[in-house]
């Protein structure tokens, strides 16, 4: 277990405002560039005008996942002129609930001692044995958050209580790789939301694609240019004049879903998109089912039309992905939408000559 954390765990970071207002670095371990210093700082909300605090946010730039947790100062005696401190932990892997765990405990730690050493202490513990312990700051045990978890913790059900049918819009998008760009003033509601979609396309299990908290700034969006497709979260509304960044525009405050232009043709809903959206809302609309239930439900669903999408390939040379026939495509006489979409998802899953 420490094995693995020593490959997940990358640094931990301390951010302060003082009582002049100032929110600087003042320390970290055992090093975090100059280039993702400023992006946490954009991040921890002390440098905000607005003075809201953000208790915990996370995020992911260039691969690695950074998780702060942000806290008051109040009656500290080793703080005296600290207002405000954030714990900055940096990881390879996506797990909200682990790291708001572990930053919690290295919080009470520095509000007792005001020390990075004994944060130190409590990092080296997690990183060589998996496990830091105290009776007065808690106990930390990695192994007791599980990667599945993380992946269930969002709730499906409350998109399509606020999406309905439109669901299937996202649904579409995410089985295409497509660009999907979340707006809401509150990071929180972002968080939560965006956290959740990925679980739309189980059969990948892949959370990479999730950038939950973006601002637009040059060396952000050009990260986020360099992907192809992502589901990311932005508080600033400007995202929504910024077509060169999405395919599928979701504005949470309004619950309203806006597809591009550019991607309609490859959108196009017909009798099959019809089927996965009433499955979907009929899932979760049943008090019975829990959000996990659903997931699976939509996932076999998935696991169908890929079904089909491999019935209608060939072998490839070598050791290649099987390859769509476009012939086969075309005799099976799907309604047009249906072919589109089966072509589309080729595109995505890589199974297209080129």
Sequence with gaps: MAELEQQLLLAVGLIEKDTNGDALWVWCYPSVTAELRSLLLRKCCLTDENKLLHTFVFGQYKRSWFYITTVEVQDSPALKKVTHFSIVLMAKDFNPEKYAAFTRI???????????????ESYIAVLTKGICQSEENGSFLSKDFDARKAYLAGSIKDIVSQFGMETVILYTALMLKK???????????????????????????????????????????????????????????????????????????????????????????????????????????????????????????????????????????GNEKP????????????????????????????????
């Design 106 to 120: 290295l919080c009470r730690i520095y509000l007792k001692h005001g020390s990075p050493v004994k944060m130190m």
């Design 179 to 317: 660009r999907i760009v979340v707006y809401h003033p509150r990071i929180e509601a972002i968080q939560e939301f965006t956290r959740t979609l990925p679980a739309l396309v189980w059969h990948r299990q892949d959370w990479s694609i999730l950038h939950s908290y973006v601002h637009l700034n040059e060396e952000e969006v050009e990260a986020l240019k360099a992907c192809t497709g992502y589901i990311a979260g932005f508080t600033d509304s400007e995202v929504n004049s910024r077509p060169d960044l999405y395919d599928v525009y979701v504005n949470l405050a309004d619950s309203e879903i806006t597809v591009s232009p550019l991607v309609k043709e490859a959108m196009a809903m017909g009798k099959l998109h019809k089927e996965i959206g009433q499955l979907i809302v009929q899932s979760a609309e049943d008090p019975e089912k829990s959000d996990s239930q659903v997931i699976k439900e939509i996932s076999l669903k998935t696991k169908e039309i890929l079904a089909t999408l491999a019935s209608l390939t060939e072998a490839s040379d």
């Design 323 to 354: 390859t769509l026939n476009s012939e086969a495509l075309k005799q099976k006489r799907f309604p047009p939408a249906t072919e589109n979409f089966l072509f589309h998802l080729a595109a995505a899953e890589q199974m297209l000559k080129i």
